[in-house]
């Protein structure tokens, strides 16, 4: 879980720019589209669709375009139906890349997402070449700066949390992903501010970069992120926090 606040940190950069593009509403709206097609229209029983709509909510999407996009879902409005597709593959320096994408037709994502790694100094692989070395987790990061990690211990110390660290300006409390909710509003319930958090994947391991491989490897994951079929992207990389900054 070593460096993991730096990737997030670039993903909140990220997702306030595709906000500013409007992007992130489309992200958004698939993502609760197959939450409810797959799981049905109950918060309650449907952990992946809650999930969804309060991560929504959290970026100011409007209530009518999440009811709509939950109806589409469940087929009570007529919409484009999503297809959940993962790529695997290798970035520069070898680090494992794995994309998640949502697509109304995959003959057309698979192509530009091969290219896009071609294009960037990666190449595509086979399903599962890299996903054996990552491992999902709830991910809440609390701002350092509003509180500690010793208070944060207090809180959660009777609940079921699998670890907290202190990384950077952030706290970072790990959770399985099926109690992520119940601690998220725990923590909130406190007035502890959140930042960015989210069930995700992290690496197990990471492969440190520098100069040109680095700045290779942050290009290709903006190539990715900038498909508009791709919801998510996951990599190992570690990279020092001068050329992050170079490319935000």
Not at 63 to 70: D, L, T
Not at 142 to 168: P, R, S
């Amino acid at each position: 879980m070593s460096g993991h606040s730096k990737w997030a940190n670039i993903k909140h950069r990220k997702a306030a720019q595709d906000a500013k593009k409007g992007k992130i509403f489309t992200k958004f709206i698939r993502e609760i589209t197959v939450a409810a097609r797959v799981g049905g229209d109950d918060f309650n029983s449907n952990p992946r669709l809650r999930t969804a709509v309060l991560k929504a909510r959290e970026n100011n999407m409007p209530m009518e375009n999440i009811e709509r996009a939950i109806k589409k879902g469940t087929g009570a409005l007529d919409g484009s139906t999503y297809e959940e597709v993962r790529y695997e593959g290798y970035g520069p320096g070898g680090v494992a890349v794995m994309v998640d994408c949502m697509t109304d037709n995959k003959n057309r994502t698979t192509p530009e997402i091969r290219t896009i790694f071609s294009k960037n100094g990666g190449n595509l692989g086979e399903s599962g070449c890299v996903s054996f070395l990552f491992i999902r987790k709830g991910v809440i990061n609390i701002d350092a700066n509003a509180t500690n990690e010793d208070k944060v211990m207090e809180i959660l110390l009777d609940y079921d949390i699998e670890d907290i660290k202190t990384e950077d300006t952030t706290i970072v409390v790990y959770t399985s992903p099926d109690k992520f909710n119940d601690i998220l509003e725990i923590i909130r319930s406190h007035n502890l501010p959140t930042l960015n958090s989210e069930i995700t994947y992290i690496p197990k391991t990471t492969i440190n970069l520098e100069g040109q491989k680095a700045s290779q490897c942050l290009r290709l994951i903006e190539a990715l992120e900038d498909q508009d079929d791709v919801q998510d992207v996951y990599a190992n990389f570690d990279i020092p926090d001068d050329i992050i900054n170079s490319m935000s």
